[in-house]
């Protein structure tokens, strides 16, 4: 700014100015604080998802306690298994398709191993 401009949006007086000035200050404190939360946030999300461990491609779901049901098998990544599964090979899958191992239809686990 120029001495011969007039400014009318900013106070008149060396003491007001100085408040807006710190005020400014501050505000620009929490913007960069701000800022570099989410960039915080950002890096641990990219570091989250790289930590992810890649879909099996084939899951066999198990039951818990005495009674528990049969296993089921599934193709990985499908919602139809429930929360006790493990991962296994195409060829422990097919074998558990051989040995009796029900397979999932909604997934379509038999015809994706040829056993239909």
Do not use: F
């Not at 099996?56 to 006790?84: C, F, N, Q, S």
């Amino acid at each position: 700014m120029t001495k011969d401009r007039n400014v009318r949006d900013l106070p008149p007086d060396t003491d007001r100015l100085r408040v807006l000035e710190l005020w400014l200050q501050l505000s620009l404190q929490r913007v960069r604080d701000r800022i570099a939360d989410l960039e915080r946030q950002e890096a641990e999300h990219r570091r989250g998802l790289a930590a992810v461990p890649p879909v099996p491609d084939w899951v066999v779901e198990t039951g818990i306690g005495a009674d528990r049901p049969r296993p089921y098998l599934h193709v990985g990544g499908r919602h139809m298994a429930g929360k006790r599964v493990h991962a296994v090979t195409r060829e422990v899958a097919a074998r558990a398709a051989t040995d009796g191992v029900e397979a999932c239809s909604h997934c379509g686990a038999a015809a994706a191993l040829g056993i239909t």
